[in-house]
Structure formats: structure tokens, C-alpha cells
């Protein structure tokens, strides 16, 4: 039928919707239409969500959580664990941390107010590692949870006694992602230094 | 505390040879995150272990069976 349709329409008669459905379209009519459903395509990416694709979970994990509180030391002032574990701005670490968690009031009246300060007062609880769940690779239907060591036991005296600690994948929220060089998905291989527990006095917490 | 890596070049591209992307420590920048960041086991091996030395570059394997690592280390 498509074949004898060509010398069926009359010179100065053309309809371009039928000549869309009969193949017949001019050249002119054809790169219009072209780009018109170039232009609607890109329109409906724009207007679509753009879906991550992520693997099916099969369990609801337990979230990685701390595995246990370091036998050696347990409890260290900031000051020590500051010098113990190389880390010179380890104060300005902590208050900038204890203010995004708690909030500025909390930090203000457990910490003072003063920026350069190395605590003396603040003991924070060491832990040896993480607790992390998984699924095997080899064996899908199962979950096993694995602990992820931190050289926590690395201070001058017992230096070499330990294992090497274990290199975590750490995940960074989007604001965050902006102040880094340079991320995998937003994902950065780490090098753990230290885990530690801290929690404002009771007190504090009930007076704000 | 952790400390980040950041690629070793400045776009990341994996290497032409053994198609691992390289990475090195930013040790001037020790960040504090919280336990629910962290997703899980990084194997990042040492390119060169012998030198020993702190600036050293380290391979992200994006081919690690976990089941493997876990015997090994």
C-alpha cells in the first residue's frame, strides 16, 4: 500500500501528518521533527529524578557500631590522647564535632569558651574497633559481622604490639563532599587514628 | 579520627598499567566523623611496602573478595 501511496497526492497538496505517517516527509519537515523529539527527550530527562541504582538488601543491617572499650587505657585525658596519637588540633577537632552533635550551648558549658584550649578535664573512652555487619559474597543469604581493629593500643610504650588497623570506606554527607579534593561517590578510603566514646554529663544534657 | 586519601593525580583516572586508581594520605588533615559514616572494610595496599616511607601511594582495590581478605589479614 506504502508503495503506491507516492503517486496518489497532487502537486501542492501536502499534509505533513500524513506525510509523517507514510514516510514521506520533506527533507525540511524531517529535521524539524528531528529536533523537536530531540528537544521533548531532553525535557522528559529533565523532569525524570535522577535514581542512583543501589544494590537489594535482603537484611535490614545493624548500623556499624563500636565493638568494645580498649582494655589498656579505657580512659585518657584529651591532652594525652592528643600527644599518644600525633594529633596536634585534636581540641579543635572535638569541640567542632561535640557542637555538630550537641549543639553550641552543650559545648559551651562542658568545654568553655575558649578556642586554643587543650582539655585537661575531658576524658574520653577509647574503643579497639568497630563492629561491622555485611552479607558474604560466597554465601548471600547469610550476615556475619566483623571487627574492624583500630591501632588504639599504639602509644610510645606498646608501640609494634599491635596490628596494623584495618582501612575503613567512610561516607561523607553532600554539604560536606564540597570541602574535600576529591571523593569515590562521595566515599573516601580512610585510615582509622582513633575511636573513642564521649557523652556530655547528664546534667548538662537535663538543663538544656 | 581518621585520616582521608585523595588521588594521587589530579583526576583520578585509574592507572594505565594495572588499572588500579592511586591514592595518598592527607595526614594534615585528620577529620573527626561519626561511627554510622563508616560504610565499611577499605583494602588499600601499599605500592612500594619495602620503602616504608609515610608519603608512600596506595592502590584502592576495586576487585577485593572479602572472604579472601578477611583469611589473609
Known amino acids: 500500500m506504502q508503495e503506491t501511496l507516492p503517486y496518489l497526492p497532487l502537486q501542492g497538496w501536502y499534509n505533513i501528518d500524513s506525510a509523517n505517517v507514510f514516510n514521506l516527509l520533506s527533507a525540511t519537515d524531517q529535521q524539524r521533527s528531528t529536533c523537536s523529539a530531540h528537544l521533548l527527550r531532553l525535557q522528559t530527562i529533565q523532569d525524570k529524578p535522577i535514581i542512583c541504582p543501589v544494590s537489594q538488601q535482603v537484611y535490614h543491617f545493624r548500623e556499624t557500631h563500636v565493638r568494645g572499650v580498649c582494655r589498656s ?13 600525633r594529633i596536634p588540633n585534636f581540641g579543635q577537632l572535638f569541640r567542632a564535632q561535640i557542637e555538630e552533635d550537641w549543639g553550641h550551648k552543650v559545648s559551651g558549658l562542658v568545654l568553655g569558651y575558649d578556642q586554643n584550649i587543650l582539655f585537661d578535664s575531658i576524658f574520653i573512652e577509647l574503643q579497639n574497633g568497630l563492629m561491622y555487619y555485611r552479607q558474604p559474597f560466597h554465601c548471600p543469604a547469610s550476615v556475619e559481622h566483623l571487627g574492624l ?23 561523607y554527607t553532600q554539604s560536606e563532599e564540597n570541602n574535600l579534593d576529591n571523593t569515590f561517590q562521595r566515599r573516601i578510603p580512610s585510615v582509622p587514628v582513633l575511636y573513642f566514646h564521649w557523652t556530655p554529663p547528664n546534667q548538662i544534657l537535663q538543663s538544656v | 579520627m581518621v585520616i582521608p586519601t585523595k588521588y594521587k593525580d589530579l583526576h583520578g583516572w585509574a592507572d594505565c598499567v594495572d588499572g588500579f586508581i592511586q591514592v595518598v594520605k592527607q595526614t594534615n588533615q585528620i577529620h573527626t566523623v561519626p561511627i554510622a559514616a563508616v560504610v565499611g572494610p577499605a583494602h588499600l595496599v ?10 608512600s601511594v596506595w592502590l584502592v582495590n576495586n576487585h577485593v573478595d572479602f572472604d579472601t581478605y578477611w583469611t589473609v589479614y
Open chain 2, 46 to 55: 601499599r605500592e612500594n611496602a619495602s620503602l616504608g616511607s609515610i608519603d
Open chain 1, 149 to 171: 581493629d583500630c591501632k588504639v593500643d599504639y602509644t610510645n610504650a606498646n608501640q609494634g604490639i599491635m596490628p596494623e588497623a584495618h582501612n575503613i570506606w567512610v561516607k
Open chain 1, 73 to 85: 587505657i579505657k580512659l585518657t585525658t584529651l591532652r594525652a590522647a592528643s600527644e599518644d596519637f
